[in-house]
């Protein structure tokens, strides 16, 4: 099965560390951040344009995996 996302890992200046967002149907809907540690990792989500429908297993499917991939 086709993935719906995929997981952007990268390194912002306005971060100390690795975030990763989410993009999915190829919008991006949010950045996970991990400034106050791994065990305190927050989601920041972008506007939501008007149109944007967003299935629930894609969105967990890739918060989990933004997880896993900022955890490493």
Not at 20 to 48: P, R, S
């Amino acid at each position: 099965m086709m993935k719906n996302y995929r997981i952007v890992i990268g390194s912002p200046v306005a971060y100390k560390e690795l975030t990763a967002e989410i993009v999915i149907n190829g919008k991006y809907v949010a950045l996970i951040q991990k400034e106050e540690g791994d065990d305190k990792m927050i989601i920041e989500l972008y506007e939501k344009p008007a149109d944007t429908k967003i299935y629930f297993d894609d969105l967990i499917a890739a918060l989990q995996e933004a997880k896993e991939e900022l955890l490493k």
